[in-house]
Structures are given as C-alpha cells and as structure tokens.
C-alpha cells in the first residue's frame, strides 16, 4: 500500500454552511427524526398495519427487510455521489421522497403496495440516514476532531427510539395508523428538508474542502489493502451477531423464565447502553486506537453472550450479561467511519465506506432470520463466537496498519 494511506490534513470550513458545530447540531436532529419516522415508528405500527392489511405480521415485517436489502444496494452509488457531489443535493432531495413515500405508506392497501413503497424507502433512507451522513461529517470536519462529531451525532440520534415509540404510540391510539403517518410525514420534510438544504455543504463547497485536504487512497487502492478486507469481516460478522440479539433477546429472556416486562426492560438496556458504549469508545480511543479499544468492547461483549445461558435464569445475571453485550451495541457505528476515514483519507470516503457497507446490511438483514432457525442457545454461543472473532479480526488489522 503506497503512501497515500494517510488521514486527511482537515478541511477548511466555508461557504453556506457556517461551521462545522452548526452541520453536526443540525445533522444531529435530522437523523433522530430520520430514524425516528422511517424506521422505529414501524415496530408499534406493525400490528395494526397487518390487521388492517389482512396480512401476518411475518408479511409485514419482510417489507422492512425489503427496505433494508434496498439500502444495501444503494450503498456504492450513493458513495460515488457524495464523493463527487457533496450532500446538499443529495441529503435534501432524499429527505423529501422520504417524506413522500412515508405519505404514501399510509395509504396502502395491498401487500405489493407496502412492498414497494418500502424498497424506494430503503433507498430513500440510504440517501439522508448514517451512510449518507457520516461521510458529510468526515469531509466537514478535522481528523482531531471527528470522532468527537461523529460521537455527538450517534448520541442524539440513538435517542430516536426513546422519543418515537411512544409519539407514534400516541398518534396511533388518538388518529390510528394512518392519519398517524401522516402526521410523521410532514414531521419529517418539515425538520429535515430545509435543515440539509441549508446546513449540509454543496458540490462547490466540498469541492473546495477535497482540494484542500490531504491525498487519500483511491477505492482500488483500498480494496487491494488486505487491512480493508479484515475490517470489513469484522465489521460484517459483529453486525450479524449484534442484529440478531437485538432482534432476538425478548424472545430469549422470556424462554429462559423471564416474565414479559422483565424481558422487555432488560432488552431496552441496549439502547441506553449503546450510548454509554460510545462515549467510553471515544474517551479510550485517543490513548489507546480506535481499533484497539472497540476489539476490547467486542470481546467483552463476546463474554456477556457466552454467559447467557449460564446465568441469564435470574434477573441480576441476565442483567450483567446484557450489560456487558450492550456497551457494544453502538460503537461500531463510530468505529467503522473513524477507521476508514483514518486509514483511507477523506477524498473517496464516501464510496470506499458504501463498499463495506453493502455486506454490513445484508449481515444485519440475514442474521435475525438464520438466528431464529436454530436453538435459542446455539444462536446465543454462535453470537459470542462472532463477536470474539471480530475482536480478534480488528486486531490483525491494527497490527497491519502499525506495522507500515
């Protein structure tokens, strides 16, 4: 690998974007309502929606899938765009149709209607959630000071769930579900599409920003790195494991004697502790490695899985188990873009992170699916095993990048 494996010198800020601070406020509140409406309303809307459709709640739920299979694809493109283009553009023409196609999710009447709204929302998404956010926040601001943005963002928008399950709740028992989406339709074009026209900077603008900041490696240098394809198996199978506890842990507590509150209130640790995680992982990371440090939350969270079925039959264990597997429930979010922004530079960020993107997504989309196919302590040790492999994948490649 030549020399252009080397982090971006910073960029300066400029333009109609005041500063970088107003972009990561802004971007903040954007994702918390981006998420907020297009995906964690979905979960307290599912039943109604499959009730009214005359559909299971399986058949709903494959029209998520769906949504996500589409961002998936997305990925790259979307890359190219935001490497060529900046995200002005981009970001607020994609909050727009989001809003639109969340309009038109209330109005649905058949399955291939709900289907099809959701893979153009998986697409839409794709356009002004995270994997289009992140690399605005990598060109916009100094390597110094990016982790601490991209901290600043993931710790509001991890909130989206805190503040949308019972907002949608709320609108669902006074309107029903689709007056309810409605409502969070024009919610979301309201917030986020004047928020990115103003805020997010424009092709001029990031054009300026590329010419300024150091070379970075071109995406076939990047996949010529055997350093980029050890991070992307780790990031790919931690993404697995996590996504099927995620989905899965309810159902595991409650299989293992927990009744149905105590199982929910445990599981609804994660998102509180994913936060927590965050904050640890950025704090750690300037002393110790990015990489290093989230190798050691993913073996501690290989440890609380193995755990589980050994002491998850009382509350305290269960409890200790899900603590330790949720301080790592959120940091990859802030690894993977600290990492490859570190290692790759900023000049083609956008599309090298929309190629590791692409298996993280089917990851987390396959994983809950295969993990519900076996014994509920197979798919909790297998999980371990998952986690403790990343941990030891992200070692080897800390190792190959300090030993350059």
């Known amino acids: 690998m030549t020399a252009t494996l080397i982090p971006a010198a910073g960029s300066p800020a400029g333009g109609r974007s005041s500063s970088p601070r107003v972009l990561i406020a802004v971007l903040a509140i954007t994702q918390t309502v981006g998420y907020g409406v297009v995906f964690y309303a979905f979960p ?23 949504a996500i299979v589409a961002a998936a694809a ?29 309009l038109a999710w209330s109005q649905v009447t058949t399955a291939w209607q709900l289907y099809a709204v959701f893979t153009l929302l ?48 709320l609108l669902l028992e006074r309107f029903g579900w689709r007056t309810a989406l409605m409502i969070l339709a024009a919610l979301l074009a309201v917030v986020t599409v004047p928020a990115h026209f103003l805020a997010v900077p424009g092709r001029r603008e990031h054009r300026t920003r590329l010419a300024a900041a150091a070379p970075g490696a071109g995406v076939g240098e990047a996949l010529r790195d055997k350093t980029f394809w050890l991070l992307a198996a ?20 409650r299989q293992a004697g927990h009744a149905a509150t105590v199982a929910a209130t445990l599981a609804g640790l994660l998102g509180i502790l994913s936060v927590t995680g965050r904050v640890v992982l950025t704090g750690l990371s300037k002393r110790h490695g990015m990489a290093t440090i989230t190798a050691v939350v993913f073996g501690v969270q290989a ?4 755990a589980l079925p050994f002491l998850g039959r009382s509350v305290a264990g269960a409890a200790a188990c899900v603590v330790a597997f949720g301080l790592g429930f959120g940091v990859a979010t802030i690894a993977r873009p600290a990492l490859l922004a570190a290692r790759y530079g900023t000049t083609r960020y956008a599309t090298i992170a929309g190629v590791m993107t692409v298996p993280v997504t089917l990851g987390k989309a396959g994983a809950p699916l295969a993990a519900a196919a076996v014994a509920p302590n197979v ?23 300090t030993s350059r």
Request: proline share 3%; with cysteine; net charge positive.
């Open 234 to 253: 780790a990031f790919v199978v931690h993404a697995a494991a996590i996504n099927a506890v995620g989905v899965l842990l309810v159902t595991y507590l």
């Open 303 to 306: 440890v609380g899985a193995a």
């Open 44 to 66: 307290v809307l599912l039943t109604p929606i499959a009730r009214d459709l005359g559909l299971s709640t399986a058949a709903v739920t494959g029209a998520l899938t769906a």
């Open 379 to 401: 798919f909790v040790m297998v999980s371990a095993i998952a986690c403790a492999a990343s941990a030891l994948l992200l070692l080897g490649a800390s190792r190959k990048s």
């Open 122 to 169: 998986g697409l839409a998404g794709a356009t002004m959630l995270y994997e289009a956010a992140f690399p605005v926040i990598v060109a916009a601001t100094a390597p110094q000071r990016r982790d601490k943005a991209l901290l600043a963002v993931t710790i509001v928008a991890g909130f989206a769930s805190s503040i949308f399950f019972p907002l949608t709740g």
């Open 74 to 102: 997305a990925s790259i493109p979307v890359g190219r765009w935001l490497d060529r283009h900046g995200g002005r553009t981009l970001l607020t023409v994609g909050s727009l149709c989001a809003a639109l196609l969340v």
